[in-house]
């Protein structure tokens, strides 16, 4: 007697089986497989992307805590006085005048008729420093080639002159503060006002800043 072949429904489940076998997730590795143990390392901080604050934000220093009126005479060439200044700015280390010697300044008003007509001043600039802040010197050198009326000085690490207002804006190599001197007045001329900020460069270092407050800042 011929033999019938098997009913349909008694292949589908093995048609079930082979579709689930195949996609089954496999097995997961033993542990301490090397393979399954392979994690990305992350990597460690390092010192090349961190650099340091001079000085924290919110600190205040006084004048005579970094400029010493006897050197900035010396780099200026004549005698001056460091005094604090009083105009606010929340966001600066520190702000100060240079003024030179009553007698001095005489001498120089006298020299200028433009200057005999202004009113008598002793001030020669306003010196404002800027310790809390990261500044990159790329940034700051294409701050100045961008702007009008702007001219590129060998101060610092970076140093520019605007003519208005009068000013140099720079960044000081040694204690990386950006520093910003002003004109006291229209009677400075550019050659004096060049000066004063060389003369506060100059003074500026990191052990004016007193480093025991020194934090750090991550460079994004």
């Known amino acids: 007697m011929p033999s019938r072949p098997l009913p349909v429904f008694r292949l ?6 082979l579709a689930l076998s195949a996609c089954a997730s496999p097995a997961p590795a033993p542990a301490g497989d090397p393979v399954a143990d392979q994690t990305p390392p992350v990597a460690a901080p390092t010192r090349s992307n961190v650099r340091r604050v001079p ?7 006084s004048c005579d805590e970094l400029l010493a009126p006897g050197a900035v005479g010396y780099h200026m060439g004549r005698e001056v006085a460091i005094e604090p200044s009083d105009v606010m700015d929340p ?13 001095t300044a005489a001498s120089r008003r ?19 420093v800027y310790c809390s802040y990261i500044y990159d010197e790329e940034t700051e050198r294409n701050k100045c080639s961008a702007a009008e ?4 000085l ?24 950006r520093v910003v001197v002003h004109a006291a007045s229209n009677d400075i001329d550019v050659a004096t006002l060049t000066t004063c900020a060389a003369a506060a ?7 004016r800043l007193r480093p ?3 934090t750090i800042a991550a460079v994004n």
Not at 12 to 17: C, H, I
Not at 55 to 61: A, K
Not at 110 to 128: F, I, K, L
């Open 110 to 128: 006298r020299h200028t008729a433009r200057q005999q007509r202004s009113r008598p001043s002793a001030r020669v600039c306003h010196v404002t």
């Open 91 to 103: 966001e600066a280390t520190a702000r100060c005048w240079v003024t030179e010697d009553e007698s």
């Open 55 to 61: 000085v924290p934000y919110g600190t205040r220093l």
């Open 212 to 214: 025991d407050h020194q």
């Open 154 to 177: 060998a101060l610092g690490a970076t140093a520019c002159r605007y003519d208005s207002p009068r000013k140099v804006d720079m960044l000081d190599a040694d204690s990386q503060c």
């Open 149 to 152: 009326g702007a001219t590129s």
């Open 12 to 17: 589908l489940p093995a048609g079930f089986a």
């Open 201 to 207: 460069a100059a003074e500026l270092s990191p052990g």
